[in-house]
């Protein structure tokens, strides 16, 4: 492996074993930490997350061009998600086949019709990204795709550092130890979120945390808790049940849970995968940013080949390209969470089902990225010590908060690198797929 962990290491059974139980170890003290799959909802029996054994090289230019950037894209998602006319225009053909973004797109509109409750909002973004190999051995920064109000993994990975630190150090590798950065996304996002409850200023706003049915990754979302907790701001945590049995609007729009009032934001349209691809056709991003083309250039340095597939003349060619050269292209619903995109052979069956029809205006079609393929070993509970070829994905953590016209904040606040066996093109950390890994900067 260039510039990572040398062969010998790699390839010595005995130690990488021993390694194996020293890093398990260490998660566990540090707090890398998750509740068992079959009880989901105890923490009576919990282990370690999934992670990587060892760190994966990153080249530093990229990763530094990656958080430099994310200022940037905070304020282009504010700028969109301000923008009701763009947000129509980029998802009219969307809106019109896909129910799921025709939903989102309807509260959307009602909130802006209804008027905003508050003039404070809170972004919570993390732009991810895949360094794309070119035949020079040269790595390129390019983004898969921004979610907004994303806070996953911003927990568990402030604690990953020293596990791997930990590793390589019994490993011998102490040069290597210090290549690791910080990183606090936990701690960033709690800030935000603290700076937004301030501006809201009611000492008996509590910060509630949507939850899912199985919290398995309770232990993440807790770090975030308790940084609230030490600034003294109260949270609870609520499942989407809860919430719409025992909540209640009062005539300002404020939300009650059970008699408390809760600061609440809502998630907006412009981390969808088809704005994405309306923000890589020619002139959109001058139109956010007029007078600055070096940020445009900065952002759209970023961006794969994305492609329209509405109807007309630029959807037909995009139909075309793809039944050419499936292999190089991804095609993607408006979907989040991992496991929906759709890869080679399966490309050409699901655009000859809908290339004559609207149906296929529910898709992108994005240009596939190659990472260089790094042997890590991947831990996780009950899974087989074995060394794989493995992918990552780099996210960056952003933070924003504006009230009225006035940016008040606006940060970049850490990063998340997962990685996964090659073998599986799709699915996240909570899929099973990904585990938690960091950047070894090279
Ligand atoms: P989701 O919202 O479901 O997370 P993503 O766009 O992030 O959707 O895609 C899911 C996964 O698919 C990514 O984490 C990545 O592993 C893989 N993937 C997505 N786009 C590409 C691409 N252009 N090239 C290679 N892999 C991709
Ligand atoms: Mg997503
Ligand atoms: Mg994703």
Not at 351 to 357: A, R
Request: glycine share 8%; hydrophobic share 40%; charged share 25%.
């Amino acid at each position: 492996m260039a510039q990572g962990i040398p062969d010998k290491i790699m390839s010595n059974t005995t130690l990488i074993k021993d390694l194996a139980d020293v890093a398990k170890d260490a998660a566990l003290l540090q707090g890398v930490l998750m509740r068992i799959h079959e009880t989901p909802n105890s923490s009576e029996l919990v282990t370690y997350a999934p992670f990587t054994l060892f760190p994966t090289p990153v080249p530093k230019a990229v990763f530094f061009q990656a958080l430099a950037v994310q200022t940037h894209y905070n304020t282009l998602v504010d700028k969109i998600s301000q923008d009701p006319d763009f947000l129509e225009e980029a998802l009219a053909s969307t809106i019109a086949v896909d129910d799921f973004t025709a939903r989102l797109f309807r509260i959307h509109q009602q909130i802006l019709k209804e008027g905003r409750s508050q003039s404070i909002v809170l972004g919570l973004n993390r732009s991810d990204y895949m360094l794309d190999q070119g035949d020079d051995g040269s790595s390129s920064l390019k983004q898969i795709e921004i979610n907004t109000f994303a806070a996953s993994f911003g927990g568990l990975s402030s604690r990953t550092p020293d596990v791997h630190r930990h590793v390589l150090k019994v490993a011998g590798q102490l040069e290597e130890s210090r290549r690791i950065l910080d990183n606090n996304p936990a701690a960033g996002l709690a800030k935000a979120v603290a700076k937004a409850w301030e501006l809201y200023g009611s000492e008996r706003a509590v910060v509630m945390f949507l939850v899912e049915e199985g919290q398995r990754n309770i232990f993440d979302q807790r770090y975030i808790e308790n940084e609230l907790w030490k600034r003294n701001i109260s949270t609870m945590r609520k499942r989407f049940d809860d919430v719409t049995k025992t909540g209640s609007l009062d005539q300002d729009k404020r939300l009650f849970v059970r008699e408390k009032r809760v600061f609440f934001e809502f998630t907006h349209l412009a981390g969808t995968k088809k704005v994405q691809q309306v923000l890589a056709s020619p002139g959109v991003l001058e139109k956010f940013f007029p007078d600055q083309p070096q940020i445009v250039e900065q952002i759209r340095a970023t961006f794969a080949g994305l492609y329209t597939l509405d109807m007309g003349p630029e959807g037909e060619k995009t139909v075309a390209m793809a039944l050419a050269a499936p292999d190089r292209f991804v095609l993607k619903p408006q979907r989040e969470g991992g496991g929906n995109n759709i890869y080679g052979s399966e490309i050409c069956q699901v655009l000859q089902g809908v290339k004559e029809s609207t149906e296929r205006m529910a898709y992108i079609l994005m240009d596939k990225i190659h990472p260089n393929p790094v042997q890590n070993y991947l831990l996780r509970r009950d899974g087989p010590l074995k060394i794989s070829n493995c992918l990552s994905e780099l996210g960056v953590f952003g933070t924003y908060v504006r009230q009225g016209k006035d940016m008040v904040m606006n940060e970049c606040v850490g990063h998340l690198l997962r990685t996964k066996s090659s073998e599986h093109s799709d699915g996240g950390v909570a899929a099973g797929v990904a585990v938690l890994d960091n950047p070894l900067l090279v």
